[in-house]
Nanobody
Framework: QVQLEESGGGLVQAGSSLRLSCAASGRTFIMGWFRQAPGKEREFVARITWSGGSTVYADSVKGRFTISNDNAKNTVSLQMNSLKPEDTAVYYC???????????????WGQGTQVTVSS
């Protein structure tokens, strides 16, 4: 069992930056960030493999968000720049063993952290 704990959410203005962190109690093969906006389904944001740091991003965040990992600290971060009101959502950290953008392939989930971007 792997426990995940997110931190770093908050309320910011459009154009600002935020950095989310996810602390993992154990190691899997891949880590991902997902988000769920009010009234919408949860969607993929970014993923990274622990080994080699291979990354993939959703088109909506490409060029603005950067996912990274710290193997020594067992943490994964999501640097979010040029935030837009449409980025407002609860952001979830997830861990799994299959390289995928699909939620169902991730075995472990954090509780989520709220990100609100005002216009």
């Amino acid at each position: 069992q792997v426990q995940l704990e997110e931190s770093g959410g908050g309320l910011v203005q459009a154009g600002s930056s935020l950095r989310l962190s996810c602390a993992a109690s154990g190691r899997t093969f891949i880590m991902g960030w997902f988000r769920q906006a009010p009234g919408k389904e949860r969607e993929f944001v970014a993923r990274i493999t622990w080994s080699g740091g291979s990354t993939v991003y959703a088109d909506s965040v490409k060029g603005r968000f950067t996912i990274s990992n710290d193997n020594a600290k067992n943490t994964v971060s999501l640097q979010m720049n040029s935030l837009k009101p449409e980025d407002t959502a609860v952001y979830y950290c997830a861990a799994g063993w299959v390289v995928s953008n699909l939620q169902r392939q991730y075995s472990y989930w954090g509780q989520g952290t709220q990100v609100t971007v005002s216009s």
